[in-house]
């Protein structure tokens, strides 16, 4: 058995130098460097549909180019993602940044000052005024038809002028993005109250379809799941609703399995319903994923 | 300031008495006889419309019976739930129970037994096949036309024969039922397979205009969020989008707020947001719903 | 295998009626359940040797009466105690009892008002001062030698003059406390404050041979893990040191094992150790101590 | 207010670099970000006395070497540590090192096989026949009289022939390290089982002099907290003692605050017990150790 030489840091360190370190220690530092080495082993793999299930708000986070990144680099190539990163990513392509929030704050003080709060991050008010203006101007140039969640987002990226946008850049690197909660979002909100003027409407039940057969003709499947909800859920149902079985499966979450949410849910469990594979390569990083992804991405990036 | 006066037992103690000693506790003792307190209190408030947010595995936890007791005594007037949820009921509704897991199992053999784990439930793979089944001579019933999920789970409820489901109780009842993430679910995916035959169709960003409708005409609107997800998110977002606020807010969860997920945020933080009112009473209880739930039910139940 | 039969309530149930509706339901009610049924039979079973380890703050958590129950009740045999459990203790034997905080505080504003926060509990810093004094008056009476600390409090429990304490109550039924982590309270402060007047002397390194023996000398053994820490460590060293195995093993915790320290490890991963034997009956509750400890109790006192 | 830059990563970018993209970001990382920086301050203030608070399996955890650049670039002055890691030090000091444990194990074979798991880490059972080896004859050299465990333990560093052991780096840099549990550890047993043959004696509630002597003559105080238990609270024991309080406070848990224990509790919970300072600089990072504190020592390391 491999022996704990343990991690050693020093002067200079690359993020690729201390993931290799980390195979030295345990606990978290050796998942993390174990979801590094199957992450790279995953893009590498040509043969593999890379899934990215998206879900916390990641953008307030500060994983908006962490993730254009992984987009560009083509290190996924099918996003399922939460309406509320979607959303948040608009806001800031619409040109509203979220800000830090002060070491002392009072909510309902924030609530007078219009800064809504996440965490640590605030998401200036005005951010809600500007995408509503800006998806005014853009939905009325959109396809006037019923479209799926992600046959709506590729149109929808195509306005998206900011090139540092989630949507702009899957756009144009051609990954998709399904959003199968997109009516539990802002964007979901506004689509609605667009349908009352235009002839535009988007139905995420029909994004079936496509997921399933993009399930189908892969030759193999693989996820990386970044925390839970429905993103993660509905990569595992693709899965479960086809003979497909993820070959690679790597989960960053803060979430904890004993209360049977799907959210903390272990990849072991996964593998009861056909959704992981029996010899897949899993782990699961128990780490909040502003620090593991980024880790991730840096230690794999060419 | 009150003193701890200490938890007391004794032979025979009601789970009401139980809850009246946690008030001389401490910690999440307190915090749970808090949450039964503003139950109650938002029960018994006329002008409030009772928000029920359902999130988690929460049938094959076993709570279908107690959330059934709050539909039929009507503690609550509108349910947010997940798609898995409904699914679940459905399946049980169909026949099919959930089952214990054996203390020691294998991933890999309970995939060959069709036995998919959810932590320490088994749901056997039998209750899909049992549900399509049952779906398919449902669905061609149902009026053949678009309908949001809310509309779509009323005429469902109705064929429902199974007086134990949660989707037929609401039906008679006359409590409404919304899935914003239907389409993330076994059941949006039979939806979505008999759409190939039917003219039903279900498109969750519909229910928009009702749920914005409910919480403007609402004098005063309270929730009970059950876990996180989507079902506490579209609550939220309807108090957002309309004057209204939350007068009344439990939440009961194992989330944590630190890395910034909507399921484990604090309700101090919805105040920024306006979703929960600056003096609105609130109480999170950081306990699994499987104990908190039928302990703030059995001590408001009459 | 046993189905999900659903947990039910109803008006006036009993916490017995709630926890047997518990085997009902999954994750951790069924668990909590399960608790409830191991410790009863640990209790029962005349054979065993009861550890009680106890972490946390449990009497600002208000459970000093419950903890008091167990002991006169004689449902455990031998306790380990963290310091800080102790000195809490002897506070409120001095008179000072803790406080519920008020919902809004400011920790800053507390510190002026000498009250110090325990999560939502305060200790009025005047339980500190009269401390001091108590102890000064009752330390000159003790034998003046070095005595481990289970000596010690053995002696101490005979000058408490308050029978609702948990060192009274202990001292009166013959139960033993150990305190290996002594030096770590204001207790273990207090002795060395007095060992310059005085000839008493506290070292719990001296605990060791009699809590070895203990081991040694019983036929089987149990413990009711209420948090972990010292005290739950301190139970499986004299497992390890034994050949001895802990035949019943109950665990309440919120500690996760991801981390990998001791306070969240598994039960199973103490059998590698030979802390839990092979066969014992074992079950972790993830649940705040203050609900699931009265539970316990409360469903198995006569 | 500082606006959300987003993090960024590059082929070849150093943990320095990455912890300054983290002040891009939100939640965790941002966090993380700020632990290194007030470690800098604080390690840089020639003023300040630096305490460092070690808790949980940290040497299984690969985490020696990160502790023993810490110890011998002077990054700290005073060590708090539990009895266990001492005792995993001085097993890898004997020669004898902790493994990775298989993807596959159970622990009953694991036991079978003297592999005694601490979650995905094994110590072989051989470990601790070495160490009572080594120990009997070190312990046999040491000063036969009775010794604070900080006595004690420069006595047993001076005789410590590993040079990675974090024990024998602290005598070579004339770093103290206080053990208050002491007791509760195999180190504690073996002082004990070899006091009934050595007349060397060691009380760890002898410590209190030197510790409170050390707040008291510190000019200012600040702490890093390595996981909570005895360590933080010992620590903290000492600010309330003393008039001193920490000026920096940086804590590394993934405990939670929610159940009272002294472990998860926030640090300006600590403000209300003057256990910290009113202004001092705090931050608490809800991540594994084992990833956090070698990037705070990483990104810090001249």
Chains 1, 2, 3, 4 share one sequence.
């Not at 022996?3 to 195979?23: A, C």
């Not at 809504?116 to 038809?145: F, W």
């Not at 969640?149 to 002028?161: A, K, N, P, Y």
């Not at 009861?272 to 909040?288: F, L, M, N, P, Y």
Request: net charge neutral.
């Amino acid at each position: 058995m491999a022996k704990v030489e343990h991690v050693d840091v020093w002067p200079g360190i690359s993020v690729k130098e201390l993931v290799e370190q980390f195979s030295h220690g345990g606990f978290q530092a050796y998942k993390l460097w174990k979801a590094c080495r199957i992450f790279r082993e995953m893009v590498e793999d040509q043969e593999c549909t890379k899934f990215l299930g998206l879900a916390g708000a990641l953008v307030p986070g500060g994983m908006r180019k962490v993730i254009v990144r992984m987009i560009r680099k083509h290190m996924v190539d099918v996003i399922v993602s939460t309406g509320g990163i979607l959303t948040h990513d608009l806001i800031e392509a619409a040109g509203i940044q979220h800000v830090h929030a002060p070491e002392k704050y009072n909510d309902v003080k924030l609530r007078s000052e219009m800064l809504n709060r996440i965490y640590n991050v605030l998401l200036p008010n005005d951010g809600y005024v500007k995408l509503e203006k800006k998806l005014a101007t853009i939905l009325e140039k959109l396809p006037q038809k019923t479209m799926s969640s992600r046959e709506f987002l590729e149109h929808l990226g195509r306005h998206v002028e900011d090139r540092e946008s989630i949507i702009r850049a899957a756009y144009d690197e051609n990954i998709k993005i399904f959003c199968p909660a997109i009516a539990d979002s802002v964007l979901g909100f506004h689509i609605w109250m667009n349908t009352q003027f235009l002839k535009l409407r988007v139905n995420p039940i029909l994004d079936q379809r496509e997921m399933t057969a993009i399930a189908y003709e892969s030759k193999k499947c693989g996820a990386l799941f970044v925390g839970g909800g429905t993103s993660k859920h509905y990569i595992a149902l693709a899965m479960q609703f086809s003979p497909r079985s993820l070959e690679y499966a790597i989960q960053i979450t803060m979430d904890r399995p004993e209360h049977g949410g799907v959210s903390g849910a272990t990849l072991s469990e996964a593998k009861s319903w056909g959704k992981v594979a029996e010899k897949a390569k899993t782990v699961e990083v128990i780490c909040d994923a502003t620090i593991a992804l980024p880790i991730i991405v840096a230690s794999n990036i060419l």
